[in-house]
């Protein structure tokens, strides 16, 4: 490929998207392979192109589109698209809304290959339909193919992205505590989880409401799975008071506790158990007052199916501190973050 002066590129064919940006304005003013007019050379020259790359790469080299291409091809993601290349990238688009997973020792074996460069969301992340995913490109107009030919290797045996829609379950709901069970004070929670469920398949199964009773919290436990709740959720009881019975009713019900307790606030008293594949949470009161604690971080990974870890868990103090933000950002922010 050589670089020629503007003046000289007439009737040449350019060698690459050229960018051009000025107010309203931000993207390709010339696409790879236009061959270059008489007229052109003024809006060249006023973008600040004096010379531009044209003919053609030696046989081990590759453009910047193709190795987009090539990048592309290595990490299909089923429910997702990618579009492009343009100005050298192609991005990730989801078709689906779920949790999207990236295989960071991956990612960052690619990146350090020389000239390639793929950015994505945050691992663990809550993505909507149509929302970008990756973007991939090199940084050169041109690099040698055996760089993309070792990334396309890297990925052979491994997967770089996942895209996991969110199953249906069916939840079964479990209030407890004296004072809503005699009618002293009106429960708030079940409009709460009503509403966060509502943004995920499935059904709720059904509410029970129960006293400070360990017998009667794990009966209404085994009536919910009964009629087919494969996702328990517990409010109330979840502080160290000694008439709070909620952790223990779950563990008397053969569940493995995977965590009482979370490094991460609000939501600190978070217990997460399964009882065989049926995923448990017990939810402390912060989830009736504040807009997101770790409930709203914990729901996308079990509806989309992901067994949560202790490690998992461990792993969300970095990030665990909801920052209090006067409008809530939530997920796109640093709260929750896996």
Do not use: W
Request: proline share 5%; glycine share 10%; with cysteine.
């Amino acid at each position: 490929m050589e670089k020629v002066r503007v003046e000289d590129a007439v009737g040449m064919p350019l060698g690459h998207d050229l960018t051009a940006m000025y107010p309203g304005f931000k993207g390709a003013l010339f696409k790879r392979g236009h061959v270059i007019e008489e007229k052109d050379i003024e809006l060249l020259l006023d973008i600040g192109k004096k010379t531009i790359y044209v003919g053609d790469l030696n046989k081990d080299e590759l453009h910047e589109e193709d190795c987009a291409r090539r990048l592309a091809g290595m990490a299909e993601l089923e429910g997702a698209h990618y579009e492009g290349p343009s100005e050298g990238k192609v991005l990730l688009i989801a078709d689906i809304k779920g949790m999207f997973r990236v295989n960071t020792k991956l990612l960052r074996l690619i990146n350090e290959i020389g000239d390639i460069t793929v950015s994505t969301l945050p691992d663990h992340y809550r993505v909507e339909e149509g929302a970008r995913l990756a973007s991939m490109r090199i940084v050169p107009l041109f690099t040698k193919e055996e760089q993309i030919l070792k990334a396309e290797s890297l990925c052979e045996n491994d997967r770089l992205f996942e895209l996991l829609p969110y199953k249906e379950l069916n939840a079964g709901i479990i209030v407890t505590g004296s004072e809503i069970y005699n009618g002293r004070i009106k429960d708030r929670f079940e409009a709460v989880v009503r509403r966060k469920l509502a943004y995920y398949p499935g059904r709720i199964v059904n509410v029970k409401i129960c006293d400070d009773d360990m017998d009667m919290i794990i009966d209404a436990a085994g009536d919910l799975m009964e009629k087919g709740a494969d996702f328990l959720i517990f409010t109330g009881g979840m502080s160290v008071d000694p008439d709070d019975l909620t952790p223990g009713a779950i563990k008397k019900l053969g569940a493995d506790i995977i965590s009482y307790g979370v490094p991460s606030q609000p939501g600190n008293m978070t217990l997460v158990a399964y009882l065989k594949d049926i995923p448990i949470l017990g939810v402390p009161g912060a989830a009736i007052s504040l807009p997101t604690t770790m409930f709203d971080v914990l729901l996308p990974q079990i509806y989309s199916g992901l067994k949560i870890s202790k490690r998992d868990l461990i792993n969300l103090g970095d990030g665990g501190l909801c920052q209090m933000c006067k409008e809530c950002h939530f997920p796109n922010c640093s709260f929750g973050r896996y």
